[in-house]
């Protein structure tokens, strides 16, 4: 059986997770496994330094407290018992290495690979992170790049699959959401995906002009009436979003056979259905044109971040872990641990419920190794 089994810790904010991993980080190096080759990672520097201070400020108690020192060595199973020597010895030799612990944020652990590689990963050499203020910066002088690239015509083209029918919105303001709501997306997402919403065929004009005029001429009373009234000024109005929220529509939509109490005939459901049909029909198309235009746009505007992101040699940390994520799928196990000065043999992940697709990607090759090393 393994000293060191691999281990799952499943539990509640609060429960002591981050104990435990300060924990196994004392167990590993109790046993002698030095330090540059044990990672122990989490998502905020503020967790990251709780981590580190805690492994510190136990060993430091234990060395200068019996009381502290026997409580350490409750924890710690395995080898030879957890003395006041061996506290002592520990601590100096991580106070002496702290260069070499690697405990910290996963974003800095890619960041160390990434500037290992570099050349490899195709980033700017001497890149740092930048901050919100001049992302932003370069997110609009991007889209100004974008439409300073393309024609009066293509622009407008574009822009019309934007808007999904809404002219009265801003182009700057639709560009920027465009890009705030959905370029993570498109940096996710495989491009078939962005076709997959299905189109159908809506009425024809004359198709729509009759069968509003049925609508219009029904003999109804009552609320009846009334709510045919209400939709038929909408269906008029081309409003079809608001027509499928209420009235006699919303009924015959949720199969249900009564407004009002009033019953709906199954001819006056007839003559809704296929008006709520022509309103899917053109509501789905908006949206699959303004999801094929999204996709159209944000590729032009990722072209043009990524040039100006590498001229001003400026990254995110998403920016580094797609680098890496890219590195893990083709480069060698044994070459990282040669650029990075050390094999990882053990590695600590607190709160992996947060780690990303992308995270996850970049990091599992290390983690089947460290698994199948086992």
């Not at 009564?258 to 908006?286: M, N």
């Amino acid at each position: 059986m393994s000293l060191f089994p691999h281990t799952i810790t499943r539990a509640s904010a609060g429960s002591g997770k981050t104990f435990a991993l300060s924990n196994r980080y004392l167990v590993l190096a109790h046993s002698g496994e030095p330090p540059e080759r044990i990672l122990a990672t989490t998502f905020a520097r503020k967790a990251a330094g709780e981590i580190l201070d805690r492994i510190l400020i136990r060993l430091a108690e234990a060395a200068s407290d019996e009381d502290k020192r026997q409580e350490l060595a409750g924890f710690i199973s395995g080898g030879e018992s957890l003395t006041t020597s061996r506290c002592r010895q520990l601590l100096r030799h991580f106070a002496s290495h702290l260069h070499l612990l690697r405990v910290g944020t996963i974003d800095s652990f890619f960041a160390q690979v990434a500037r290992s590689f570099a050349l490899e990963l195709g980033v700017p050499l001497a890149w740092r992170i930048a901050d919100t203020v001049e992302d932003e910066t370069l997110r609009d002088e991007a889209i100004e790049a974008v439409l300073a690239a393309h024609d009066e015509q293509d622009l407008l083209r574009l822009v019309n699959l934007l808007t999904k029918g809404d002219a009265q919105r801003r182009i700057s303001g639709l560009l920027r959401d465009t890009v705030g709501d959905l370029y993570q997306v498109y940096l996710d997402a495989a491009p078939e995906a962005w076709e997959r919403l299905p189109r159908y065929q809506p009425l024809s004009d004359d198709d729509l002009t009759q069968a509003l005029e049925e609508l219009r001429e029904l003999p109804l009373e009552g609320a009846l009436k009334s709510g045919r009234d209400q939709d038929y000024d909408l269906a008029l109005r081309r409003d079809w979003k608001e027509l499928l929220k209420k009235g006699i529509t919303k009924c015959v939509l949720n199969e249900q056979a009564t407004y009002k109490r009033k019953a709906i005939e199954p001819h006056v459901q007839a003559i809704y259905q296929r008006l709520i049909d022509h309103a899917k029909a053109v509501l789905l198309g908006r949206t699959a044109n303004f999801t094929l235009g999204a996709r159209e746009f944000l590729a032009h505007f990722d072209e043009q971040y990524r040039r100006l992101k590498h001229q001003r040699r400026a990254m995110l940390f998403d920016d580094v872990t797609r680098a890496v994520m890219r590195l893990a799928e083709v480069s060698d196990a044994e070459e990282m641990a040669f650029r990075m000065d050390a094999q990882i043999d053990h590695l600590l992940l607190d709160e992996f419920q947060d780690t990303s697709p992308a995270q996850w990607t970049a990091i599992r090759p290390l983690a089947e190794r460290v698994v199948n090393g086992s």
